[in-house]
């Protein structure tokens, strides 16, 4: 299944690897010794973990519901099989009806507890009952049927050649109409493409209290990656006070003071919040022939 042109997606890349070499000049910079007792095959094994829980307050059953004849997590998992960086992809859930979808397409099920408070929580938890050990975890949305797997290389890519970062996560540009919208999360960074901070409000916000169409905002990406030591880190770190105003987990590692890598690709964002996204997502997948 082809998301896109390959013209288009030539564009993708190009944005994707002008993200991993800005990192890549960071690493050289900084020294790639002084973390985590790196080697020569520093966070080569990566696992995809598709947290998902049927329990939602904005949409209840969202990962079972049907796009296009299939089950919206089922797309979500196609399109992450696709990327080159996993060598692992399972799904992470509460809920046994979401665990015998999975397994009727062919996904390995980890179950997880009720008590998990947000989708980070339940990759750590799934990934200390994988077998295998794993360096770096991906946190993969479910709500992202469309997910492009060059993305979920490129985060990947950006954490294994920024040694100081213990995050990675990916941002695109910010439509103006969506500037308002508290679903779509804002994202600034610092010259070196670091990330600075994350809302549901529009950021920067400027004088006039308006969207600037000619600022480029950026828009978050849900997709995460995760190096696997930090990961059960953040699950013992208490809530922030940002984190729960915001209601944003990342917001928990840059309070806690670390640094979380952010590169920028050339990707039109199609999530699904609310029941009204069902519709616009298959009307796009028609437009695009995508079965």
């Given at each position: 299944?082809?998301?896109?042109s390959?013209?288009?997606?030539?564009?993708?890349?190009?944005?994707?690897?002008?993200?991993?070499?800005?990192?890549?000049?960071?690493?050289?910079?900084?020294?790639?010794?002084?973390?985590?007792?790196?080697?020569?095959?520093?966070?080569?094994?990566?696992?995809g973990i598709?947290?998902?829980?049927?329990?939602?307050?904005?949409?209840?059953?969202?990962?079972?519901?049907?796009?296009?004849?299939?089950?919206?997590?089922?797309?979500?998992?196609?399109?992450?099989k696709?990327?080159?960086?996993?060598d692992?992809?399972?799904?992470a859930?509460?809920?046994?009806?979401?665990?015998?979808?999975?397994?009727?397409?062919?996904?390995?099920?980890?179950?997880t507890?009720?008590?998990?408070?947000?989708?980070?929580?339940?990759?750590?938890?799934?990934?200390?009952?994988?077998?295998?050990?794993?360096?770096?975890?991906?946190?993969?949305?479910?709500?992202?049927?469309?997910?492009?797997?060059?993305?979920i290389d490129?985060?990947?890519?950006?954490?294994?050649?920024?040694?100081?970062?213990?995050?990675?996560t990916?941002?695109?540009?910010?439509?103006?109409?969506?500037?308002?919208?508290?679903?779509?999360?804002?994202?600034?960074?610092?010259?070196?493409?670091?990330?600075?901070?994350?809302?549901?409000?529009l950021?920067?916000?400027?004088?006039?209290?308006?969207?600037?169409?000619?600022?480029?905002?950026?828009?978050?990406?849900?997709?995460?990656?995760?190096?696997?030591?930090?990961?059960?880190?953040?699950?013992?770190?208490?809530?922030?006070?940002?984190?729960?105003?915001?209601?944003?987990?990342?917001?928990?590692?840059?309070?806690?003071?670390?640094?979380?890598k952010?590169?920028?690709?050339?990707?039109?964002?199609?999530?699904?919040?609310?029941?009204?996204?069902?519709?616009?997502?298959?009307?796009?997948?028609?437009?695009?022939?995508?079965?």
């Amino acid at each position: 299944m082809e998301l896109c042109s390959s013209s288009s997606s030539s564009s993708h890349k190009a944005w994707i690897v002008h993200g991993i070499l800005a990192g890549t000049a960071i690493a050289a910079a900084i020294g790639a010794h002084m973390y985590l007792g790196r080697s020569s095959k520093f966070r080569s094994r990566v696992v995809g973990i598709i947290p998902a829980r049927y329990a939602s307050s904005r949409f209840e059953g969202k990962p079972l519901v049907q796009i296009l004849g299939k089950p919206m997590i089922q797309r979500t998992w196609e399109r992450s099989k696709l990327a080159s960086t996993l060598d692992h992809i399972v799904v992470a859930t509460d809920d046994e009806r979401i665990a015998e979808c999975c397994r009727g397409f062919g996904a390995d099920v980890i179950m997880t507890s009720e008590s998990c408070r947000n989708g980070t929580e339940r990759c750590n938890e799934a990934l200390e009952k994988l077998e295998k050990k794993y360096d770096v975890v991906v946190n993969i949305q479910g709500d992202e049927p469309l997910i492009e797997p060059e993305i979920i290389d490129g985060v990947v890519k950006a954490l294994q050649v920024t040694p100081d970062a213990v995050f990675s996560t990916a941002v695109t540009s910010l439509r103006p109409e969506d500037g308002l919208d508290p679903n779509r999360v804002k994202c600034v960074v610092d010259n070196r493409g670091y990330a600075i901070y994350f809302s549901r409000g529009l950021i920067p916000y400027n004088k006039s209290g308006k969207v600037n169409p000619d600022f480029p905002y950026m828009l978050h990406l849900g997709i995460q990656s995760f190096d696997s030591k930090f990961l059960k880190v953040y699950s013992e770190l208490q809530p922030t006070p940002l984190q729960q105003e915001e209601d944003l987990e990342q917001l928990k590692v840059l309070e806690n003071g670390y640094k979380m890598k952010v590169i920028k690709v050339d990707h039109e964002a199609h999530g699904v919040d609310t029941p009204d996204d069902v519709e616009k997502i298959e009307s796009l997948m028609r437009e695009r022939n995508l079965s």
